[in-house]
């Protein structure tokens, strides 16, 4: 049994997996679970499962209940006061989510926002590091954005950072939100691999070759692998969904002015010739603050998959 | 003399006018001065001419220069650390403020951005009162918000805020920030205008009759005012603005998700049924946040012009 106390319970709620880290103090991981989760199960049993995994992690930690100074809980919707307010994936309607899991394991509940646990990652042990005001942009199947300001995660009445959904083009693509023209109807992975399949059949309308691939065009990997060995549409495709994010990001510097903006999720791993380079030229010839010489530094995100759970663990810290 | 300690003096820099008020710490309103102003004039001068005003504001309320706290400037642009970073219209860039007013006349000072004043005025002595996360936004000429998160002024590395530069219509009008299709483009009392323009405009080419008015249709306030005596062009022109208005206040409150967000400038003077009761219909049914229903309450802000001189002297308490 291990003799640290100050531990972190982490939880990551995801759409396929819930994953538990134990961490100490300052987010450095010490031992991590995972189980299979395919959503809706009722919020008794979400907080059983949760409540397990937890105990699973700790065993595994050989760590005693009492070195545990707080477990937090990454989920995928909006929380306030110890409730889940709504989480349309998992089916969660104001919850009393901390309650519940505290009658399974009396250990102190930290709620956050599953991108907000992200971006308080990222803040602590990641690129956001001594920064006072950061955003962390996840670019994956969705589109959202974690605000760490005044070194606190901001969450409003806890549902601010929905940066997917401000409308970039009115009238434009219908989004799951019930709005039309969602900055993550074009900035998500989903929109770049749209984008690369009409660019593909405006070339095949033209009558102009297709070249011959490893593979399918079906995610944002393939895409950017494709548009880096020069295939025409992927690249087309790439310039095109680079515009639409600097778009977005543009305009959540233009409000929030911060020290640091990162991206992360899926697309942030494309190379950095085909989103990075190209996106920090743009953005940096449209932000209002050019005009004040105080620039917004835009990064890459370096914590990977794991922000999410190391923000839940410190998310004591920073709510 | 007046026997009061603990006053504050807040200076509205305007484009047209410098206004300065003694205040209380509260921000009762004690006196007030004002001069014209026509713009850039030097860092020097521009020090000199709000230190005259802030004795004389002192002098016409009989107090002495040790019973004032603090004085704060409200300025149309950026500031930070005690500098003027960029205010486009009076042509000031890096300039230090502080020092430059201090050498004048040596009380502490704060700057602040004017929307930042403003909405600091409304959130300590008007509508925003007793909020935690509030959101104030200027449609005049242009269209700015204030940021009160957490209870204070919240301005990133100093352009925060800049929601009329937050684009909404990607390739749209130009603007003077460089890019197109800026929310302030199609938010601001101009824009109204031209749609109101627009809209007459499309009429007599179909052959419709314009109606008698009592005079031209040249500022926001007489669109409104033919709008409520039937007028269909100006009718049709106040729709479409109030959707435009409806689509980046959405954008605002995805992002932001506070308890109160309220509307001032000239603009947020027009009859409520022409605005406000239509912009409430037309957010409610887009904003993210009523999944979990917690909804961002949208009124019109309370004090009018003063909120800009009231925010600038109360500037120390919510920077």
């Excluded at 545990?68 to 994936?89: D, K, S």
């Excluded at 995660?153 to 549902?159: E, F, H, N, Q």
């Excluded at 209002?288 to 835009?298: D, F, I, N, P, V």
């Amino acid at each position: 049994m291990t003799g640290k106390t100050g531990l972190r319970i982490g939880i990551d709620v995801g759409g396929t997996a819930l994953k538990a880290g134990l961490t100490d103090g300052e987010g450095a991981v010490l031992c991590t679970r995972q189980r299979p989760f395919d959503g809706p199960c009722g919020p008794e049993r979400f907080a059983q499962l949760l409540a397990e995994l937890a105990r699973q992690v700790l065993e595994d930690g050989g760590a005693a209940m009492e070195a545990v100074e707080a477990v937090g809980i990454g989920i995928p919707g909006a929380v306030a006061g110890g409730r889940v307010l709504y989480a349309c994936n998992i089916a969660l309607r104001d919850v009393p989510l901390e309650a519940l899991f505290r009658r399974r394991l009396d250990l102190p509940v930290y709620l956050g926002n599953d991108a907000d646990c992200a971006a308080a990652g990222e803040y602590r042990c990641g690129t956001g590091r001594g920064c006072r005001d950061f955003v962390a942009v996840t670019l994956g199947t969705g589109v959202g954005a974690g605000l760490i300001l005044n070194g606190r995660i901001y969450a409003g009445l806890g549902a601010a950072g929905e940066a997917g959904h401000m409308v970039t083009h009115p009238g434009g693509i219908p989004c799951t939100c019930g709005r039309r023209g969602c900055w993550e109807q074009y900035a998500s992975a989903p929109a770049l691999v749209r984008m690369a399949h009409l660019a593909e059949r405006s070339r095949l309308d033209a009558g102009l070759p297709s070249p011959e691939r490893s593979g399918p065009l079906t995610d944002g990997r393939a895409v950017f692998e494709a548009a880096r060995r020069g295939d025409p549409a992927a690249k087309e495709a790439c310039a095109r969904y680079v515009e639409e994010l600097a778009l977005g990001i543009t305009n959540l510097i233009n409000l929030l002015h911060p020290e640091k903006l990162a991206l992360g999720g899926g697309i942030s791993q494309a190379p950095d010739e085909l989103l990075l380079l190209p996106l920090r030229k743009l953005t940096a010839r449209a932000c209002y603050g050019r005009h004040c010489g105080k620039t917004t530094e835009l990064v890459r995100a370096e914590l990977g998959n794991r922000a999410g759970l190391v923000g839940a663990a410190l998310l004591k810290d920073v709510s």
